[in-house]
């Protein structure tokens, strides 16, 4: 779990950090940069929801039964719900259970917040640049 949070972290400092190509507003490279960062995080949140499951909490239930039952399907369904709750998509199929709702909110809430912050970086850095 101290690797999740590790890598959700240096991914967002990674994101806040990284500056466009010079002569251009909003680069490919800050593209590629905050892909990678929503990737680590879906990872992250996914291993920390498996890691959960694995040491007996139920974090997850699928159609009313808890998830899991071969370790690969573990791992899909772990980062599944992961992704799909980064994504705010919530197709529903896949729902929290108690611990697993406040982590699911704020693993909802960076996937909201990520956008935001990736053109508020790039917006200050171009202000900054024609200063």
Known sequence: MT????????????????EPIR????????????FLVYGTIIIAFG????????????VLTEDKRKVGGSVFHLIEDTLYFSAVTMLSVGYGDITPLGIGRPIAMVQ???GYVLPAAFVVTT?????????
Request: hydrophobic letters at 55%; proline letters at 0%; glycine letters at 6%.
């Open 3 to 18: 690797i999740a949070v590790a890598g959700i972290v240096m991914s967002l400092i990674l994101l806040l950090k990284n």
């Open 123 to 131: 917006v200050i850095y171009h202000e900054r640049r024609t200063d």
């Open 108 to 110: 909802a809430l960076i």
């Open 47 to 58: 291993c920390l929801y498996m890691a959960l499951e694995i040491s007996g909490f139920s």
């Open 23 to 34: 002569g251009k507003k909003v680069s490919l490279r800050n593209f590629v940069v905050l």
